[in-house]
């Protein structure tokens, strides 16, 4: 069943009325603020609690992962029915946002906000691109060549905004979670490949990332005129993508990037093997060329977001290192991490690490150190349960860099 317009009085409507007006939501971002990703299986609002107390002060969430079906809990596996995608419905064709799923976001929402937590709202999945975990592990380039998905999104982020406007925990809407028109047109490697004859390409195609932005911001700000909006850089949001990245006409809008270069190094797992490690040299791009990879060369991979941020008169508070992150179990792990917030924290940009108690994967699970997982973790997934975090925590020094940070 879709519908279009939720009535009613919720808990948070009867709250503060300054806490409620939109014109206090980019307020916020005018100091630098540090936070996390919520990227899991179903909605956690005990999450929020425990973030507060590791002095997180924003969630990055991601609803349209939660799973429909208890069977995929812990698993990031699409629903195996025709309406799979959460709050779109179906990203073939956008009709109206699922009531059943809006219920289940607002209510996390409002947990979040008697928590005293502050959400970044994004999304997977947009009409004509489902991600690509849902998709048989295959992209789905649809939105990149038909604007009529452009509209349906528009659509969708309209429909949203005009039910979350005033919703109190809400301070940012992050239209799409790492894009990529340009693997769906021929380019792959920032390494080796020119951006510049690469977006001429594509500019005013349906391919082109800055006319997806133009075409919602323009249909939310239709019923939301104040509510911050992030938006990504292409290529997974990648810095270096920053380069044909347009600005907006809108200063309550920010620009975001998501760090785990060298790729090679960061996603290292025990089915791969660890190769590399932090600092220390990564064969890197198509061309296996081998990098030095330290704080120096972080900072100069970073260079195009300053470079940007500089040319357009973008202030630093407009900036957002919205995802950066290492597996764990890679030796130096700790040191990548302090680097790059040393990094951020110079420019003076937001930033969120990636990720806090995720449920479907451990990796970046930050509390459980450098090793494997204890065996009480596996038994309780293997049961359907959420390990209890006392069985599973241990001290150690890449989780202690993190808080360290948070604290400061």
Request: glycine share 4%.
């Amino acid at each position: 069943m879709f519908v279009l317009f939720v009535s009613g009085c919720s808990a948070w409507e009867e709250k503060d009325e300054k806490d409620v007006k939109g014109i206090t939501k980019i307020a916020f971002w005018d100091e630098q603020r540090k936070g996390t990703n919520f990227l899991n299986s179903t909605s956690l609002p005990d999450n929020y609690e425990a973030a507060k107390e590791f002095n997180i002060e924003y969630i990055r969430l991601a609803p349209d992962k939660w799973a429909k079906d208890r069977d995929f809990l812990f698993n990031d596996q699409a629903d195996a029915n025709p309406n799979k995608d959460f709050l779109i419905g179906n990203a073939d064709q956008y009709e109206g946002i699922v009531e059943e799923d809006f219920t289940k976001l607002k209510a996390d929402l409002d947990a979040a906000y008697e928590r005293g937590s502050k959400v970044v709202l994004t999304v997977l999945s947009l009409p004509g691109n489902r991600w690509r975990q849902f998709n048989d592990y295959k992209n789905d380039d649809r939105i990149w060549q038909d604007f009529s998905y452009h509209e349906q999104s528009a659509q969708f982020w309209k429909d949203l905004a005009s039910r979350l406007k005033d919703h109190p925990a809400i301070i940012g809407y992050n239209l799409i979670n790492e894009p990529h028109p340009e693997t769906a047109t021929g380019f792959n490697d920032f390494w080796t490949e020119d951006y510049h004859a690469w977006y001429s390409k594509v500019e005013n195609t349906a391919a082109d990332l800055n006319k997806l932005y133009e075409t919602i911001v323009q249909s939310i700000r239709t019923v939301d005129s104040e509510a911050p909006i992030i938006l990504n850089s292409g290529l997974y949001s990648t810095p270096w993508a920053f380069q044909y990245l347009k600005p907006m006409k809108d200063d309550k809008v920010l620009y975001a990037f998501h760090m785990y270069e060298p790729y090679e190094m960061t996603s290292q797992n025990r089915r791969k093997g660890f190769t590399y490690e932090y600092p220390g040299k990564v064969k890197v791009g198509e061309e296996q060329t081998e990098k030095m990879f330290n704080k120096e060369a972080l900072q100069q991979f970073l260079e195009p977001i300053e470079k940007w941020a500089e040319e357009h008169n973008i202030p630093a508070n407009r900036i957002i290192a919205e995802e950066f992150g290492i597996n764990r179990m890679v030796k130096g792990s700790d040191q990548y991490l302090s680097d790059l917030i040393s990094i951020f924290d110079e420019y003076g940009w937001h930033w969120a690490f990636y990720a806090f108690r995720e449920d479907t994967w451990e990796g970046m699970d930050y509390e459980l150190g450098d090793q494997p997982p204890k065996w009480k973790y596996w038994e309780a997934l293997e049961n359907g349960k959420r390990p209890n975090r006392e069985d599973i925590q241990v001290d150690n020094q890449i989780w202690n860099t993190l808080k360290q940070e948070l604290k400061k």
